[in-house]
């Protein structure tokens, strides 16, 4: 029988390994949003509906699905770690903006899902560390209630991830151009660490398995 420390555990494990709060999404978003011309909240809708649909489709048949597809983790975490790292330096050498980024939106015009979707929504918050730990969660016990706890720390992710954009990212918006372009290229190369970190691990896990 779980209890509810086990929902509690599970909400703030899915919080801390995705951190949505994190300074250097909340930039990246109001990056992509600015250069597509979006509104704010809808595009964080947008983002809070897309990582609770991969985060609860992971609860759901992760595993399975892994299985079935032959995709292993590590190797999704050294492709997810490359394309982090080139946002990041792309953001800090402060030059024309990545496909991931935005650039088909100069050409084309915005489209729904550049930039929020991919690298934001994934790898970013719902990133391998996020399915690996939520498809633990759900193999604590072959139960209903690791389930629903899964459910509560996708659900948790996305109502954060929605406050942080919506709103921590509008009061970011609000600082002086001057203040947004460094805070940008320190925001890129933090970016770029994650990625190299998140290539790195996937690299030593691959290979180390």
Sequence with gaps: MIDWHFYVQAAIAMFMITSPIDPVKILFFNTTIERQ???RAPAA??????VLAILAGAALVGRQLLDLLGINLDAFSVVGG???AGMGFDMLNGGRPTR???RSIEDDGP???SGLVMP???????GPGAIVTIITITSQEDSIDTLLAAFLG???????????FAYLGGLIAKLKPTATA????????????IGTQMLLGGLKNFFGS
């Design 37 to 39: 011309g979006r509104k």
């Design 45 to 50: 809708l947008f983002v809070a509906t897309v």
């Design 82 to 84: 490359v394309v982090i």
């Design 100 to 102: 991931a980024q935005g």
């Design 111 to 113: 489209s729904e899902e």
């Design 120 to 126: 934001l929504s994934i790898p970013l918050i719902a």
């Design 154 to 164: 996708a659900a948790v992710v996305a109502v954060a991830s929605f406050v942080s």
């Design 182 to 193: 460094l805070l940008v290229r320190i925001g890129g190369l933090l970016l770029a660490t």
